[in-house]
């Protein structure tokens, strides 16, 4: 069962006993039992084993709750969590990886390929951190994820298209990436911070740009052919359809400040992404119509220190973090070599079942 389906309870119950941190809590709404709610913990003692929690006062009847399990050990793939490490690409430090801005999956080349590889799109803010004053070198950045790969390795750079050199885009050189979503038609559609949404195809082509406010999040709905953006500063997600014509919009408030978003065709479901620098990442579920579909969670993304993105493929949670980038903000006393190890630049995934 996928995340799609899970949240964390407020106060989770468990079924089983015996339980010791460190605990994986992931749950959600299972057969339509509102709170069901998985955990494992001590994954290498208590591997393959699925334990049932609650967050309401009355038992769920456990026989109609299909089984949920969250994968914090897996011996055939060898890892819980895995990190790939953004390669350099423009305006960024050089051998730090660049700065991710929001990443999207590329659906149709991945689906060409026979190795199992995930390519992906991933915005590139082109600055090295967070304390520089220096010209955006924006850029997107097409990145092939082997899943087989050791744990901290590096992610291989297909290609890049430089949109500060690009003579559609609006101040280009202060232009900043703040979201990235594919559509039906295989072509990428980004937010900037200077308010304009634009749309490439995937060789660099403009094809088109529409001005309505800064934003910090953008998805694509691939089902019902519109865009979904988060202005910069409110607690909203606004609907428009592909000329930017407005259609509809919804309050966020249950999730404030949130700063990336992905939206899931096959529920629904829209997730969006936040987080204080320097701690694990949460994220919040809405559906097409603005409900909350969970209360806020933290889902124990300990790697993802700098929350800036996310999509879910096959089981796997991609989520990006620009934690080299804003280190200087939480950790100003550092400096370039001494860094925690997670204060980077980085795609960290995690298996789900």
Do not use: C
């Not at 949130?258 to 701690?279: A, C, H, K, L, W």
């Amino acid at each position: 069962m996928y995340l799609n389906n899970v949240f964390v309870a407020d106060t989770p119950r468990t079924v089983a006993t015996g339980l010791t941190a460190p605990y994986i809590s992931i749950g959600g709404k299972v057969n339509g039992v509102t709170g069901g709610i998985a955990t494992v913990a001590n994954p290498g003692s208590f591997l393959g084993q699925t334990f049932i929690a609650w967050n309401t006062n009355v038992k769920p009847n456990i026989s109609n709750i299909s089984t949920l399990v969250i994968n914090s050990h897996n011996e055939q793939m060898g890892w819980v969590t895995k990190t790939i490490v953004t390669p350099d690409a423009s305006g960024g430090a050089l051998g730090k990886g660049f700065t991710i801005t929001g990443l999207t999956f590329d659906e149709y080349a991945t689906a060409a390929r026979n190795d199992g590889k995930v390519v992906m799109w991933v915005g590139n803010h082109g600055r090295p951190i967070d304390t520089v004053a220096s010209n955006n070198q924006a850029s997107l950045v097409k990145l092939l994820i082997d899943l087989n790969a050791t744990d901290y390795s590096t992610a291989e750079k297909l290609d890049e298209i430089m949109l500060y050199q690009n003579p559609n885009v609006i101040s280009p050189t202060t232009a900043s990436i703040q979201g990235v979503s594919e559509d039906q038609y295989n072509t990428l559609w980004i937010a900037t911070n200077n308010g304009y949404i634009y749309n490439f195809s995937k060789d660099g082509t403009y094809l088109s740009k529409f001005y309505r406010a800064s934003a910090n999040a953008l998805a694509y709905d691939k089902k019902r052919n519109r865009i979904m953006i988060k202005p910069s500063n409110q607690d909203s997600i606004v609907i428009y359809d592909r000329s930017g014509n407005y259609i509809t919009r919804f309050s966020t408030s249950a999730a404030p400040s949130f700063d990336q978003m992905y939206f899931d065709e096959s529920t629904d479901y829209i997730y969006v992404s936040r987080g204080t620098n320097g701690s694990s990442g949460t994220t919040n579920i809405f559906d097409v119509n603005g409900n909350t579909i969970t209360k806020p969670y933290n889902v124990g993304l300990s790697r993802v220190t700098a929350a800036e993105g996310l999509f879910i493929r096959n089981g796997l949670l991609f989520f990006g973090s620009d934690g080299f980038y804003h280190k200087y903000i939480s950790y100003p006393s550092l400096t370039p070599s001494i860094n925690p190890p997670n204060d980077i630049n980085a795609i960290h995934i995690y298996r789900i079942r």
